[in-house]
């Protein structure tokens, strides 16, 4: 978000970034597919099959495509200002937001009077706070 953007809608109110339960999920995943990997290649050194090697292989990959998807979603936060809000890189103030949809398995959906639209994912923490703020700011 654009300095310039982020003076026009006042201070921070508050930021909510991912929820904690699923950041501790991806890092269970990361630390089991971690272990297997390391027991499958102990496993191959002693044994000397390419199987072993090819589940080693598998849950490297599992691994470090958790932990990207990990990093990203540690990047995914709403901010909350005085004037507005902001979800990567959708901003809006308070005037400008035509609707809001709470969905218990989508998230939040947010509509500009522009049309332009953004969906917070249910990933986000608080996200029940954040669709009763935004309400509460609407006509």
């Known amino acids: 978000m654009t300095p310039s953007k982020q003076k026009d809608l006042g201070s921070v109110v508050s930021v909510h970034g991912t929820s904690g339960v699923f950041l501790q999920r991806a890092a269970i995943v990361t630390i089991l597919s971690f272990f297997f990997f390391m027991a499958m290649l102990v496993v191959f050194y002693v044994r000397q099959q390419v199987i072993y090697f090819v589940l080693s292989t598998a849950f490297l990959i599992v691994y470090i495509f958790t932990l990207i998807g990990w990093v990203m979603q540690r990047r995914n936060t709403v901010s909350i200002y005085e004037n507005g809000i902001g979800h990567r890189s959708f901003v809006a103030a ?14 939040i959906t947010i509509v500009k009077t522009n049309g332009d639209s953004v969906t917070i994912p249910k990933t986000i923490a608080d996200v029940d706070q954040i669709a009763l703020i935004i309400k509460n700011h609407l006509p």
Request: aromatic residues 8%; negative net charge; glycine residues 8%.
């Open 94 to 107: 308070w005037d400008e937001i035509q609707s809001v949809k709470a969905d218990p398995k989508a998230g």
